[in-house]
């Protein structure tokens, strides 16, 4: 249960990071793209760019992959 806990934190930082530089960098976010849909239905395809796809759908499950194997590595070592 404790390493489930530790990972979970892990990723949870990781994703708030994640989230905030991508905002920084004016790329779109799962928000973003949640709200985008609410308020333009299917027409929300043509409104994001290429870096926006390539964020939401390689890089960020990438990088909470990342952070995952990061909260597994960590928990191995402390416990």
């Known amino acids: ?3 489930i806990y530790t990972i979970g934190i892990f990723i949870l930082i990781i994703a708030i990071v994640a989230n905030a ?3 920084k960098l ?4 799962w928000y973003d793209f949640i709200n985008a849909i609410t308020k333009n239905g ?3 395809f043509e ?3 290429i870096i926006d ?3 939401l759908f390689i890089g960020y499950p990438f990088v909470l992959g990342c952070a995952y194997w990061l909260g597994d590595k960590c928990y191995s070592i402390l416990f």
């Not at 004016?26 to 976010?29: E, Q, R, V, W, Y």
């Open 21 to 23: 530089v991508a905002l």
């Open 26 to 29: 004016n790329i779109a976010t």
């Open 53 to 55: 796809y390539l964020w």
């Open 1 to 3: 249960m404790l390493k």
């Open 47 to 49: 409104t994001l760019s």
């Open 42 to 44: 299917n027409r929300v």
